[in-house]
């Protein structure tokens, strides 16, 4: 395996975005920001955004959506990993943003979907119907912590809650054919389904099924883990980004074979695909403030269904 390291010095960087002139737009969380680096290594800033921008994606309409947490107060361990640990002092919500990646302008699309306040949105993923769904984690405070949920915006800017509550949905991503929901749970390192049924409707499984989702997999292997970021590949595997064990967790659909490649960080936190053929992974290795790029990855990405 190839490691070529694109960028260092970011501030816990998440929800890479392979844009189609090889450079790759992100978030820094601890920073505030939307960033950009280019295949050199040159990074310029796109906005200033504020709280905790999480996940980003790109829209139908050329803007970038980012789901932001709200902010997060951050920590340094003995062994030098940065790292979150609690909901930011300044925090006042969760919310959605659109940038215009020309101006570095950016809105407020929603803070409140059937009159709940958004707590710690994390990541998103749109569909070929120009809608895209995304999970709130919450937020966590010392003594207590927030159940997440699954929203789903429609092509017309209307919000739903699609399933919930749930136990910390981080990562979050769609199947080949758009059939299959996939979310990664945190806390529990497990890898959950939905069966889509129309834009925005899931099926839902009856109990014992917490949630109404199938599981595909629970915390694979015998370390320690936790689940974050995913993204798909060209043959439907979830690629998931592990963190403490650190790494890749690539799992097939039915759950029944996964491997795991080893990445030096152990908040390797996201990862997307890009390249001329969708073999170079992007990922971002959060706890030392990394952007990597690891060339000939054993299966092609997914093509997201919008890029600018």
């Given at each position: 395996m190839k490691i070529k390291e694109l960028a260092s010095g970011l501030l816990f960087p998440e929800g890479p975005v392979y844009m189609n002139d090889g450079s790759i737009i992100l978030v820094e969380i601890a920073r505030g920001t939307l960033t950009r680096i280019k295949p050199d290594g040159q990074t310029s800033v796109i906005c200033d955004i504020g709280g905790g921008p999480n996940g980003a994606a790109m829209g139908p309409d050329g803007s970038v959506y980012v789901c932001n947490n709200g902010g997060f107060e951050f920590m340094t361990e003995g062994d030098g990993t940065f790292r979150p640990f609690k909901q930011a002092n300044n925090y006042t919500t969760?919310?959605?943003?659109?940038?215009?990646?020309?101006?570095?302008?950016?809105?407020?699309?929603?803070?409140?979907?059937?009159?709940?306040?958004?707590?710690?949105?994390?990541?998103?993923?749109?569909?070929?119907?120009?809608?895209?769904?995304?999970?709130?984690?919450?937020?966590?405070?010392p003594l207590d912590m927030d159940r997440g949920a699954?929203?789903?915006?429609?092509?017309q800017g209307k919000f739903s809650k699609i399933a919930g509550p749930l136990m910390s949905p981080n990562g979050i991503a769609l199947s080949p054919d758009e059939k299959t929901l996939y979310y990664a749970e945190t806390e529990g390192a497990r890898l959950w389904a939905f069966d889509i049924t129309s834009p925005g409707v899931i099926d839902k499984h009856p109990w014992p099924s917490p949630q109404g989702a199938r599981m595909v997999c629970a915390t694979p292997g015998s370390h320690y883990q936790r689940f974050d970021s995913i993204a798909v590949d060209a043959f439907g595997n979830i690629c998931v980004a592990t963190l403490h064990h650190g790494g890749i967790t690539t799992v097939a659909p039915d759950g029944k074979l996964f491997v795991h490649t080893p990445i030096p960080d152990q908040y390797t936190t996201n990862i997307c695909f890009g390249g001329k053929d969708m073999r170079t992974a992007y990922i971002t290795l959060s706890g030392s403030g990394k952007l990597i790029a690891v060339e000939d990855w054993p299966v092609p990405g997914l093509k997201l269904n919008y890029s600018a």
């Open positions: 969760g919310r959605i943003e659109r940038v215009n990646l020309n101006t570095g302008k950016f809105e407020r699309v929603a803070d409140v979907v059937d009159s709940v306040q958004l707590k710690g949105p994390n990541d998103l993923v749109f569909d070929k119907f120009g809608g895209f769904y995304f999970t709130d984690l919450g937020k966590v405070r699954i929203y789903y915006c429609n092509a």
